[in-house]
Nanobody, 123 residues
Framework: QVQLVESGGGLVQPGGSLRLSCSAS????????MAWFRQAPGKEREGVSC????????MYADSVKGRFTISRDNAKNTVYLQMNSLKPEDTAVYYC????????????????WGQGTQVTVSS
C-alpha cells in the first residue's frame, strides 16, 4: 500500500521560510517522479514543482521560481520543498504526489497523493 505523508506546514510571516517534507512508503521512491502541488480555497490545484527519478531534473511554476527548491533523498524515501521569501499568496494546502514516469506538473497524471499539509503566510 502506497502512502505519502507530508509534514512541515504551519503559520509563517511574509518573507519567512518553511521546509516541507514528504515521506513515501510502499514504493521505491527513487524510481518515481515526485511533485508538489498546492490548492488554495476556491482555487484549482496548482503544480508547484517536480523532480525526476533519473537525473534529478526539476521543474517549477513561474510563481515560485527563485524562491522554492525541490530536492529528494532516495535513501530516506523523502522529498523536500524548501520555501523561502514566502508571500501571502503562497497560502494553500500543499500536496505531495508520485508518478512512475516524467509527467511534469500535470496533476491529472499523478496516481499517488498525500493528504496535504497547510501552509499559511500571514502577519
Amino acid at each position: 500500500q502506497v502512502q505519502l505523508v507530508e509534514s512541515g506546514g504551519g503559520l509563517v510571516q511574509p518573507g519567512g521560510s518553511l521546509r516541507l517534507s514528504c515521506s513515501a512508503s510502499g514504493l521505491a521512491m527513487g524510481l518515481y517522479t515526485m511533485a508538489w502541488f498546492r490548492q488554495a480555497p476556491g482555487k484549482e490545484r496548482e503544480g508547484v514543482s517536480c523532480i525526476s527519478s533519473s537525473d534529478g531534473s526539476t521543474m517549477y511554476a513561474d510563481s515560485v521560481k527563485g524562491r522554492f527548491t525541490i530536492s529528494r533523498d532516495n535513501a530516506k524515501n523523502t522529498v523536500y520543498l524548501q520555501m523561502n521569501s514566502l508571500k501571502p499568496e503562497d497560502t494553500a494546502v500543499y500536496y505531495c504526489a508520485a508518478h512512475a514516469w516524467w509527467v511534469g506538473l500535470r496533476a491529472d497524471q499523478y496516481n499517488y497523493w498525500g493528504q496535504g499539509t497547510q501552509v499559511t503566510v500571514s502577519s
